[in-house]
């Protein structure tokens, strides 16, 4: 079974533009969740969403958003890039929802670095 | 809200001994869930071991094992017989149980080396 892959896996952009990064989760999970981890910040929750709709949201500014497919693949935009989103981006799927203890799996992240 | 602390970020051990890794947190919350990852060098993080707040029974997985006092709100992960493999950094994470923003919070993690 293949397991959780984001792309692009590394990706470079300047201040003010915006980005769009892509998980497909392993076959037959419906949720999936996004993290933010930078050195100073640590591992941040994003959000979570669950056939086709945002169910958890973390501290983020609106410049954060993310959509999912109907096959479950999602993707997560920022805009207005600010040199403070350079950071790993974690995608997670499972099997349901996070509150009802479903074990994550993780992806390879993409690098986001912002010039 | 909660917060996860993980005061040690860096820790050492010598291959096939035992090692313990510190978190604690606070909540005000009673039903929440507890858990440990590991983020090995190659960056795709895994589940070691969890535990619901409402068990006493420490969680055991093979190797790695918690102390979990509720009390004290600390949650401690033990890895015995460590083997290089071990080698990752390990973050502490806490989820509150209810369907309202469940949300996973994460410690700032601690890297933890096995030397052979």
């Known amino acids: 079974k293949a397991g959780v892959t984001q792309t692009p896996r590394y990706l470079i952009k300047t201040r003010g533009q915006q980005v769009t990064l892509s998980c497909s989760p392993i076959?037959?999970?419906?949720?999936v969740s996004w993290y933010q981890q930078t050195p100073g910040q640590g591992l941040q929750f994003l959000f979570e969403?669950?056939?086709?709709?945002?169910?958890n949201k973390g501290n983020f500014p609106g410049r954060f958003s993310g959509r999912q497919f109907s096959n479950s693949r999602s993707e997560m935009n920022v805009s207005t890039l600010e040199l403070g989103d350079s950071a790993l981006y974690l995608c997670?799927?499972?099997?349901?929802?996070?509150?009802?203890?479903?074990?994550?799996?993780f992806g390879p992240g993409t690098r986001l670095t912002v010039l | 809200a909660q917060t996860v602390t993980q005061s040690q970020p860096e820790m050492s051990v010598q291959e096939a001994e035992t090692v313990t890794l510190s978190c604690t947190y606070d909540?005000?919350?009673?039903?929440?869930?507890l858990f440990w990852y590991k983020q090995p060098p190659s960056r795709q993080m895994i589940l070691v071991i969890r535990?619901?707040?409402?068990?006493?029974q420490n969680a055991t997985e093979n190797r790695f094992s918690v102390n979990f006092q509720k009390a004290a709100k600390s949650f401690s992960l033990k890895i015995s017989d460590s083997q290089l493999g071990d080698t990752a950094m390990y973050f502490c994470?806490?989820?509150?149980?209810?369907?309202?923003?469940?949300?996973?919070?994460f410690g700032k993690g601690i890297t933890l080396s096995v030397r052979p």
């Open positions: 969403y669950f056939s086709e709709t945002q169910r």
């Open positions: 997670a799927s499972s099997m349901g929802l996070l509150f009802d203890l479903n074990e994550q799996f």
């Open positions: 909540t005000s919350e009673n039903n929440y869930y």
């Open positions: 535990q619901e707040a409402y068990k006493q």
């Open positions: 994470a806490f989820m509150k149980h209810t369907g309202a923003n469940s949300k996973l919070t």
């Open positions: 076959s037959g999970h419906r949720s």
